[in-house]
């Protein structure tokens, strides 16, 4: 039964039929990209792209895309018919990326090398007016070591100038507290360590749509990024101490975002875990989807419509 006020429709990924176009990623004309020649962290980043480490994808309006690589991390901009325009990596890093066979520019902050391992950026989101992009990562940065990542409550979001890189805001995201995911914590102890954001979309102007969750349990929240919730750009430098995420996991941070939640899986048991999708079909209509881990378990991709209530806010 689902939630009252809710209704679900879920399907199987053999009965729903999609009209896709396979796009493959050219590094210039004709050249599908390749791993960089250069053993160790670049070769890592730049070769593991193409296969396993895309986790966000968002469409631009001239028929491009931007997709972000949770490894690196790194941000590409990828042109409508498939070639590599750019790649975004944070400053200082671009040596890791030697031997790219398209331009590599470290416009990203630096600080955002200091996530945790195949913890990098996991939601991507662009305005309306395709001006700024969002960023989150999936759970806090290893900054100053894995302890402070272990122990945080608080995931950084930014938003970017979409023509240079540059950031004009960093948030704060608050993590529900662990055992508030029911049904993860009937399953077995949850630490902080094991929630994340694991989606972004846009509602409207500097509000979106969080897909925050453990495993089992998953929870959508609305945030409008409000400039007075904004932290210092102080905090974008890797020197300051204490970091940001050192506050967080002594439960000293005293600004972060308000969040409204839409719903939480724990209503509606037919709903699958590991959800990592979520898209926007009306002011009141949902689609989720899991992942299916590769099928290793037997899992299928499987696909949920939610009809809300009331149609969700867009912070206009």
Do not use: C
């Not at 490894?71 to 042109?79: D, I, K, Q, R, T």
């Not at 925050?212 to 409008?224: D, H, M, P």
């Amino acid at each position: 039964m689902a939630a009252e006020g809710f209704r679900t429709l879920h399907h199987a990924a053999g009965s729903l039929r999609f009209l896709l176009e396979h796009v493959p990623l050219l590094a210039g004309p004709g050249f599908r990209l390749r791993p960089a020649a250069k053993e160790g962290f670049g070769q890592h980043a730049v070769g593991r792209l193409v296969r396993n480490a895309v986790h966000a994808t968002h469409a631009a309006a001239d028929g491009g895309f931007w997709i972000a690589d949770e490894y690196g991390p790194s941000l590409l901009h990828v042109a409508a018919d498939g070639r590599v325009l750019a790649r975004w990596v944070p400053e200082a890093t671009e040596a890791w990326f030697a031997g790219a066979d398209y331009p590599v520019h470290g416009v990203l902050p630096a600080i955002a090398a200091r996530r945790q391992l195949n913890r990098g950026f996991e939601g991507i989101a662009l305005s309306p007016d395709g001006a700024w992009l969002y960023l989150a990562f999936q759970s806090p940065l290893a900054h100053p070591d894995e302890q402070a990542h272990l122990q945080g409550r608080h995931v950084r979001l930014l938003k970017l100038d979409i023509a240079t890189g540059a950031v004009a805001a960093q948030f704060l995201y608050p993590f529900d507290p662990p055992a508030s995911f029911r049904r993860d914590a009937a399953l077995g102890p949850i630490d902080w360590s094991d929630l994340k954001i694991s989606e972004l979309t846009t509602l409207g102007p500097d509000a979106l749509l969080v897909l925050e969750r453990g495993s089992a349990s998953t929870k959508l929240y609305v945030v409008a990024l409000d400039s007075a919730r904004a932290i210092g750009a102080e905090h974008l430098d890797p020197m300051t101490r204490p970091t940001l995420e050192q506050a967080s996991a002594a439960g000293e941070i005293r600004t972060a975002l308000a969040k409204t939640l839409i719903l939480s899986t724990d209503d509606l048991p037919e709903i699958d875990a590991d959800l990592e999708g979520v898209a926007i079909v009306s002011p009141r209509t949902l689609l989720l989807v899991n992942d299916d881990d590769f099928g290793i378990d037997g899992v299928r991709t499987r696909f949920w419509r939610i009809d809300l209530p009331t149609d969700m806010p867009t912070g206009a």
